[in-house]
């Protein structure tokens, strides 16, 4: 079993910017794929991007390349996600989500095909 918990939501004014942490407990990473989904108020829960826990290797949901950032410290357990220039339509909540194993879920963007989740942690972007 592993662990996720967020922190870092919260209250952002526009044009600023978030990190997210989600610490992960429980069981040793290795070869996990720990990730990210948002949801926004009314629609379903979609995918942002993942990381290869042992060799670092990424990918992110073609709706986000270039503005999201997913990056992770080996050291404390944790994964990241960055994101500059918020606008109030980024207001969403978002999930940490891990895997055991990498090579089944890479390059999936299914809810499904994780097995992990945290509680979540809103970020609310005001004007």
């Known amino acids: 079993q592993v662990q996720l918990v967020e922190s870092g939501g919260g209250l952002v004014q526009a044009g600023g910017s978030l990190r997210l942490s989600c610490a992960a407990s429980?069981?040793?990473?290795?070869?996990?794929?720990m990730g990210w989904f948002r949801q926004a108020p009314g629609k379903e829960r979609e995918f942002v991007a993942a990381i290869n826990w042992s060799d670092g290797s990424t990918y992110y949901a073609d709706s986000v390349k270039g503005r999201f950032t997913i990056s992770r410290d080996n050291a404390k357990n944790t994964v990241y996600l960055q994101r500059n220039s918020l606008k109030p339509e980024n207001t969403t909540v978002y999930y940490c989500?891990?895997?055991?194993?990498?090579?089944?879920?890479?390059?999936?963007?299914?809810?499904?095909?994780?097995?992990?989740w945290g509680q979540g942690t809103q970020v609310t972007v005001s004007s």
């Open positions: 989500t891990a895997h055991p194993k990498w090579g089944l879920v890479v390059h999936s963007t299914q809810q499904k095909a994780y097995k992990y």
């Open positions: 429980g069981r040793t990473l290795s070869r996990h794929a």
